[in-house]
């Protein structure tokens, strides 16, 4: 079955970086698109970034363009988020999500992934 596993997150002061991956198994991953999302206390969860299985095609929310970016390593069966510049905003546990269908582009739409991890928490403090 399909396990992702998220790591990297942590606690950083506004303005610094983290990098969260996601290493999946359990199905070829370079034919599935990827996401990361986040929910913060008493919040909807939020799309965050995709990548299609399209090299060098992917989305970001408007609230981290310019310091957040998403990445794939087929080889390694792994999906990146770099997160610069980080803000007490950007507080909340962080989950990647794979998407359900093989082929299909990249979507922000949490209905569109079948498969999550457990997530991992991210704390900027201000």
């Known amino acids: 079955q399909v396990q992702l596993v998220e790591s990297g997150g942590g606690l950083v002061q506004a303005g610094g970086s983290l990098r969260l991956s996601c290493a999946a198994s359990g199905r070829p991953f370079s034919r599935y698109a990827m996401g990361w999302f986040r929910q913060a206390p008493e919040k909807e969860r939020e799309f965050v970034a995709s990548i299609s299985w399209v090299e060098g095609s992917l989305a970001l929310a408007d609230s981290v363009k310019g310091r957040f970016t998403i990445s794939r390593d087929n080889a390694k069966s792994t999906v990146y988020l770099q997160m610069n510049s980080l803000k007490p905003e950007d507080t909340a546990v962080y989950y990647c999500?794979?998407?359900?269908?093989?082929?299909?582009?990249?979507?922000?739409?949490?209905?569109?992934?079948?498969?999550w991890g457990q997530g991992t928490q991210v704390t900027v403090s201000s």
């Open positions: 999500a794979q998407r359900a269908l093989a082929w299909r582009g990249l979507t922000t739409t949490p209905g569109d992934y079948d498969f």
